[in-house]
């Protein structure tokens, strides 16, 4: 995601929702840039979010051809009512807790009109979720367990629809109104994406507060190399393998625009700090190290 300021990002997620800072590094294509990610305890694959931060850049134009809303999971029914009070309370910007595909839903934005939701994960059944911060502002009880479902709305949803499924090998589960569910592997929130149809608006124009793409979990460079043979046959634009030094990871544009990323689940963020460290100093890889100095020089000092 892009947010427009590196101090109120930290504040908001890990003092109002309570996530660890797992990794402070910086974009690897844009060393001025800093790069955030946030997640459970540990940093377990599929609990992740991650920010850009870009000071300069304007607000997200919101339109079709984005990823449009991201989930994140809460333990109960119980629990979003818990975070609708803490959102009244602290002022954030959310609306009336709903249901989608039988599960209850909070949904809220950011301080940069990031669109995310909250699920329940009551009555969810597969993926399970990760371990929650103990050392985090928010009780354990309710604390957030990792990603849920992925909203992606497209102008043409057949041509992402084929991507899901003949090419990821989603499977489609449930329609609701205009939204199609799509699960893959063990199924529940931690492995669905909801596509919608949006013909009528303009493309979005991404800024502050966009979802710049989305990672799918792979287990390993084996398995990675396999799905770059397999995007190599679809024609789709991609990276081909990138070493991001914590995961390797492959990118793909599909038709409607939308940026996906096949991620390896390690070598993970412990990589080079210890686990009960994490996020504490500015983390860079082993082939930027040598620059660090100069890195540190550029970036906005953070006091957090």
Do not use: C
């Not at 304007?58 to 119980?78: C, E, F, M, W, Y």
């Not at 993926?127 to 990792?146: C, D, K, R, S, Y």
């Not at 084996?222 to 030094?245: C, H, K, M, Y």
């Not at 963020?269 to 020089?297: M, W, Y």
Request: no cysteine.
């Amino acid at each position: 995601m892009v947010t427009s300021d590196a101090k109120k990002n930290i504040a908001f997620y890990t003092q109002v929702l309570g996530m660890r800072l797992v990794k402070k590094t910086v974009n690897q294509d844009d060393l001025s840039v800093y790069h955030f990610y946030y997640a459970d305890t540990k940093g377990t694959p599929g609990t992740t979010l991650t920010f850009f931060d870009f000071p300069n850049t304007s607000a997200t134009r919101k339109g079709t051809n984005s990823i449009s809303r991201v989930s994140l999971r809460v333990p109960s029914d119980q629990s979003l009512e818990f975070w609708s009070h803490r959102f009244v309370e602290l002022d954030v910007t959310h609306h009336e807790i709903t249901s989608l595909f039988g599960h209850k839903v909070l949904e809220f934005e950011d301080f940069d009109g990031t669109p995310l939701r909250l699920v329940s994960d009551e009555k969810d059944k597969g993926v399970a979720g990760g371990i929650p911060w103990t050392g985090g502002t928010v009780p354990v009880e309710h604390a957030i367990l990792g990603l849920g479902p992925v909203t992606l709305t497209v102008s043409r949803p057949e041509l992402v629809r084929a991507f899901l499924e003949k090419v990821l090998h989603l499977r489609e589960t449930a329609r609701e109104n205009d939204k199609i569910l799509f699960e893959t592997g063990e199924g529940g929130h931690g492995a669905q994406v909801i596509l919608q149809e949006d013909s009528v608006h303009a493309p979005e124009l991404p800024g502050y507060g966009s979802v710049h793409h989305l990672a799918f979990r792979v287990v390993d460079r084996t398995a990675l190399d396999e799905w770059i043979r397999v995007i190599e046959q679809t024609g789709l634009p991609n990276s081909g393998a990138v070493d991001r030094f914590y995961f390797q990871s492959l990118y793909v544009r599909e038709y409607n625009g939308i940026l996906f990323e096949f991620a390896t689940d390690g070598p993970g963020f412990a990589t080079d700090e210890d686990e009960d460290k994490l996020g504490e100093r500015l983390a860079l890889p082993s082939f930027l190290e040598g620059r660090r100095a100069l890195i540190e020089k550029q970036l906005k000092p953070l006091d957090d």
